[in-house]
């Protein structure tokens, strides 16, 4: 008989995660840290009621590919060049030598025979930022739109391009059986195809969606359709992550008239169910009884390295573009937070082999420490007069953070209108029949 319990298995993670994260929320934490504790409760780490199956498992894949599909669309290719050299290098400092910490951490916990691109994959993890959480709180703050808060956005953005490269490299190179020098010719074969496609496409699909002179459901299902396919086709063909081929689809479609729309319908699927059971997969994965000391003694290491390389790299990056000593600490401390990003480098890890089984709980841990502890050292680092906005300028890239959730406000707006309306009909239908009576 054919079990339907997967239905109950889905109702039950997106109620939990959205449960805990009212309760992370209103401590004044992201919701996606909600998502992961429930994910660990609800899971064997805890209860034992969900776990682990090849539903779930696809499930999650599909919501990993539409969040680097995401994170792909609202990255802003041209701003990013005006950005300049200075985000660059603060992005090459906050890649290399988180990237060398990791690794060097690993290895001594992880000695096993031929376990280098495993020690290597931690360093790869460590190397992701999530400005998402650092974005949230600079706004709050009234700090996104300065020198410093520019440099956290233009840097992050540029970090996860750095990361992605790094990430296709080596699980490119996991696979023995093929030649280095031939991966690498996969690779530098899917970024040419990559450009050439992504100029071509992205001028048609830019004409096609301006010829409507509105919003139409079509721009989502067709920009869905190519994430799905150049993610298989980076998988498949050139054996590339296919998070790597969903997020060029972003880009591809980043910055097109219709980009705002197409991001704010897919934040719908993505809340609604892709991204709860993606986090809460990710916790349903971890085994924390199965933690001995060494591991809990790698847990802490990796947590202080994950901080300490990402505020010393960036700090480093941003002194060298002569940023102020004062200037390089919010810098470094804004790209502390791994957030999602880590979560899905640490997920494709595990579906690939290329890590450790026995790291894994330690890497949500580190996740979920650096995502709490992000806003609470920024609000440190920013502390001093309200009133002081010297070092405010404008930035593209910060107006355009806020555009998605302008739309989904000036929507919600629309319908809260319609539904007025609705019930001051409503009351006045019964207030006639009442007469008529």
Known sequence: MESYSYLFDVALILITTKLFGILTKKIDMPQVVGALVAGLVMGPAIL??????????????IGVIVLMFTAGLETDIGELKRSG???????LFGVLVPLAGGFVLSSFFNVHHEAFLQNMFIGVILTATSVSITVETLKEMGRLSTRSGNAILGAALIDDILGIVALTLITGVADSSVK???????????????????????????????????????????SFSLCLIYAYIAEAVFGVADITGAFIAGLIISNTTRVTYVASRFEIVSYMLLSPIFFASIGIKVELPAMSLSIVLFTVLLTIVAILTKMVGCGLGAKACKYTNEECLRIGVGMVSRGEVALI???????????????????VIMVVITTIVTPVLLKLVYKGKKQDYKDL????????????????????????????????????????EAHHQ
């Open 180 to 222: 280095l020098s031939t991966v690498l010719l996969k690779i530098v074969l899917f970024f040419a195809l990559s450009i050439f496609l992504g100029l071509f496409l992205h001028k048609r699909i830019d004409s096609w969606m301006s010829s409507y002179g509105r919003d139409k459901k079509r721009f989502a299902v067709i």
């Open 48 to 61: 034992g009621i969900v776990h682990e199956t090849a539903f779930m498992d696809q499930i999650a894949e």
């Open 85 to 91: 050299k200075a985000s660059f290098i603060i992005a």
């Open 393 to 432: 300028e404008y930035s593209e890239l910060a107006e355009q953070y806020q555009e998605v959730k302008d739309f989904d406000a000036a929507a919600q707006a629309l319908l809260d209108i319609h539904t007025k309306l609705r019930d001051q009909d409503k009351a006045k239908t019964e207030k006639d």
């Open 345 to 363: 480098v640490a997920n494709k890890g595990i579906a690939t082999g290329l890590m450790n089984p026995t790291f894994f709980g330690p890497v």
